[in-house]
């Protein structure tokens, strides 16, 4: 066979190409490698400005002042600080100053507690007292976000959103309306049913590898 019929040849021909692709895939994954990056949202913020108060054993009141403190970090200027609820219906919006919420599509679960204000490290939240007690009232279902407004700082070394949230927290006050969670229970039952259902799950498959143990021999 000559040499110029063997290299028509299909293997020839597509053992050197296959080579070339194995080398190229190599190459795009290395690189892709070196320079992935985590998607916005979930990169370790440089600069963290934890929530001091209030903690799950805050007394907060509607009609009252309450200071909400956090560490403040020197290089950010401008926070939010927004409450947040974990019910079915969304409460949050009636104990904003404003009685808003926070984004355009107007959820419920959230209300404006202060926009873009200062980072001092605490903040005055004037409470309003609702106007009906539909609400619910010693009930852990609460928490405080803050973000930061101008957190792109490539000079300190901060390119990820700096986010902080309170611990959950309750109302006190007359609030007669049962706090539901998206599941539609509270958010102690529900912890509590997951936790009773978990332990039921480990004691089934404990028992199934019993049994399992008990065939082989």
Not at 107 to 131: E, K, L
Not at 155 to 166: E, Q, T
């Amino acid at each position: 066979m000559s040499a110029a019929a063997w290299l028509l040849r299909p293997k020839a021909l597509l053992a050197p190409w296959c080579l070339v692709l194995v080398l190229l895939v190599a190459i795009l994954a290395d690189a892709s490698s070196n320079f992935h990056h985590p998607p916005p949202g979930t990169q370790s913020f440089a600069f963290p400005q934890p929530i001091i108060q209030p903690t799950a054993s805050s007394t907060i009141s509607p009609g009252a002042t309450f200071t909400v403190t956090w560490n403040a970090s020197t290089h950010f200027s401008n926070i939010t600080l927004e409450l947040w609820d974990n019910t079915t219906i969304g409460y949050s919006r009636l104990f904003s100053p404003t009685l808003s919420s926070c984004y355009r599509w107007n959820p419920p679960y959230c209300g404006n507690i202060a926009v873009n204000v200062a980072n001092t490290g605490s903040y005055d939240w004037v409470i309003p007292t609702p106007s009906t007690d539909d609400w619910p009232s010693k009930q852990s279902v609460f928490r405080i976000k803050m973000y930061v407004i101008d957190y792109w700082k490539p000079d300190v070394g901060n390119l990820a959103p700096v986010l902080s949230f309170s611990d959950w927290f309750a109302f006190s006050g007359n609030g007669k309306a049962a706090a539901q969670d998206e599941g539609g229970a509270s958010a102690k039952e529900s912890t509590s049913e997951t936790k009773n259902e978990t332990r039921s799950a480990d004691k089934a498959a404990r028992s199934a590898h019993s049994k399992r143990l008990l065939w082989k021999r």
